[in-house]
Structure formats: structure tokens, C-alpha cells
């Protein structure tokens, strides 16, 4: 039965994307040959050991990917995905991507496992705030004083647990499971196919390029997830 056919008689669809389902968005993923920023990767500032040995280098390039993703609207990637939702009985959308760009798109069921770029926490009381305005410049601070870091999760740092245990769950109860745009290679989020392949999910890939699972998954497809989504998932946007 092709992919169309099972999405119809699953009950449980769930989707993993990455930073490649925004890239036709406008915004550069984290390890294309756009990944760079200045001359650093990402591997470099997203980390405690950065934000705390130079703050505001850190909130520099989160400055700089806010503008980004200030600009950008969803593409027909993140309109299939929310389409499928709707026509799905149960579905969850988990994402790696902090750029808010599934929610503009209409997905409801959403799970963040590494934050959202619009929002901020502070360092010492950990309270919250959201704004899209540039910083210009200033490092953000909280009423009590102390510096706000983006409310995003590093390398080296714990995903926020009720999230990633509910991400697990739905990879272990998807009938068909969807890796969108995603190198694969970041711990946990790319445990999240191979789950779901073990525990009996239909599991399609739509990449551009070959990734860790390319060989296990049941389809494989290295094209644009932009361009071949709505048909693939036979949805209209
Ligand atoms: C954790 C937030 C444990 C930042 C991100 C050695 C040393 C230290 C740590 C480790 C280590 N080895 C492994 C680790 C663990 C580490 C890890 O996996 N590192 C990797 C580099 C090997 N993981 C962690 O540290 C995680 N935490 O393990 O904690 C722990 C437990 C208890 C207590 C304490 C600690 C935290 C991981 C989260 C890190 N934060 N993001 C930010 O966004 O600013 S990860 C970052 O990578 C982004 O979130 C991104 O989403 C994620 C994954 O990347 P992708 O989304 O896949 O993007 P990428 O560019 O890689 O790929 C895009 C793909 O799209 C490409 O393949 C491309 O071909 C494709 N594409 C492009 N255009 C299109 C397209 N596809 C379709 N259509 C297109 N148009
Ligand atoms: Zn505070």
C-alpha cells in the first residue's frame, strides 16, 4: 500500500522535522554549506560554555537568526504538514527547529524539543519572556537584574523531559512516521525514527541528501520537502 494509502487508514501519523523544512523558507540549516555564520558553527555558540564566556557574541548570532526567521513565512513543506493534521485522527508534529514557523503554518499539535527562538529566559529566576524585536545590540536583561539567555536547549543540554518522553511515546505508537529535513545526527530527536521503525511505524524520509537512516527507513526521498509533500501525503494547500 503506498504512502497515501496508509496515512488514510492510520490512525496515529507522527512527523519529526529539522532545520531542511525551513530552508525553503529562507532560513540556513545548521550543517549546509550555509551553516555558517561568520566562522562559526553551530556546535560553537549554541552552548553554556559560550553564552558564558562571551554572551554577547552568543546573542549576536541569535540576533541575526531572529531577523531570519522575522522574515520568513511557512512553505509548502510546513502546509502539508499542517494539512496532514487535519485529515489525521491522532497526529504530532515534533521539531528540532526553534524558528516558530510550524505554528504560522496552522500545526496545533506541536512538540518543541530544543525551545523557540522568540522566547527568553532569565539566568537567575528563570522567568520567561517573548518578543520578536531585535535586540539592537543590548544584551537582554530580567526585572531582577540578571541576564536572559534564549530559552533554547544547547549541546550538553537536557531536552525538557515531558516533552521528549511524549515525542518518544508517539514514535512508539505512529502507524507512520515522517523524518522531515533532518541530518539525523543529533541526539535524541534522531533516536526518534529508529524507535519508531523498531516498534512497527511505516517510516519515510524526505531529505535532501542522505542521512544515518537513509538504509533503514521504508522510503527514502532526497528531494525538497517543499516541493513534494503535498503530493506525496496526497494533501491540498
Ligand atoms: C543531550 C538548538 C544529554 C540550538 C540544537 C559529544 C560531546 C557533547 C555532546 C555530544 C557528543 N556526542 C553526542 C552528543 C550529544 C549532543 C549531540 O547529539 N551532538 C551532535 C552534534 C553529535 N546532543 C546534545 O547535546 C543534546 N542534549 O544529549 O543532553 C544530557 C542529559 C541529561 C543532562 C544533561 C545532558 C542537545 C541537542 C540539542 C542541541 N540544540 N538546537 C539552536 O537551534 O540554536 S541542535 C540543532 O541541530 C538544531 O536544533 C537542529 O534542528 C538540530 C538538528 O539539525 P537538523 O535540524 O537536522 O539540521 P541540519 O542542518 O543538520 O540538517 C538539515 C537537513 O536538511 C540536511 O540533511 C539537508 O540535506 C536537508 N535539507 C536542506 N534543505 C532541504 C532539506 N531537506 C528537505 N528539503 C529541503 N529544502
Ligand atoms: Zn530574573
Request: charged share 20%.
Amino acid at each position: 500500500m503506498d504512502l497515501k494509502g496508509r496515512i488514510k487508514n492510520a490512525e496515529r501519523v507522527a512527523v519529526l522535522t529539522g532545520a531542511g523544512i525551513s530552508a525553503e523558507s529562507g532560513i540556513p540549516t545548521f550543517r549546509g554549506a550555509d551553516g555558517l555564520w561568520k566562522q562559526f558553527r553551530a556546535e560553537e555558540l549554541a552552548t553554556p560554555q559560550a553564552f558564558q564566556r562571551d554572551p554577547k557574541l552568543v546573542w549576536e548570532w541569535y540576533d541575526w537568526r531572529r531577523q531570519k526567521c522575522a522574515q520568513a513565512v511557512p512553505n509548502p513543506g510546513h502546509l502539508a504538514l499542517a494539512e496532514l493534521e487535519r485529515i489525521a485522527p491522532h497526529f504530532t508534529l515534533i521539531t528540532q527547529n526553534v524558528d516558530g514557523l510550524h505554528a504560522l503554518a496552522g500545526s496545533k499539535h506541536i512538540l518543541e524539543l530544543h525551545g523557540n527562538i522568540w522566547r527568553m529566559r532569565c539566568v537567575a529566576c528563570e522567568a520567561m519572556q517573548e518578543s520578536r524585536e531585535p535586540l539592537g545590540g543590548e544584551l537582554p536583561h530580567c526585572d531582577c537584574g540578571a541576564l536572559m539567555r534564549p530559552d533554547i536547549v544547547w549541546f550538553g543540554e537536557a531536552l525538557p523531559q515531558q516533552v521528549l518522553s511524549e515525542a518518544f511515546s508517539c514514535a512508539r505508537s505512529a502507524e507512520v512516521f515522517l523524518s522531515v529535513g533532518t541530518s539525523a545526527w543529533v541526539m535524541p530527536a534522531c533516536q526518534l525514527p529508529v524507535v519508531a521503525k523498531q516498534s512497527g511505524a511505516y517510516v519515510v524520509e524526505v531529505n535532501l541528501e542522505k542521512t544515518p537512516i537513509s538504509e533503514m527507513v521504508d522510503e527514502a526521498h532526497h528531494r525538497k520537502a517543499g516541493e513534494i509533500l503535498p503530493s506525496l501525503l496526497g494533501v491540498e494547500i
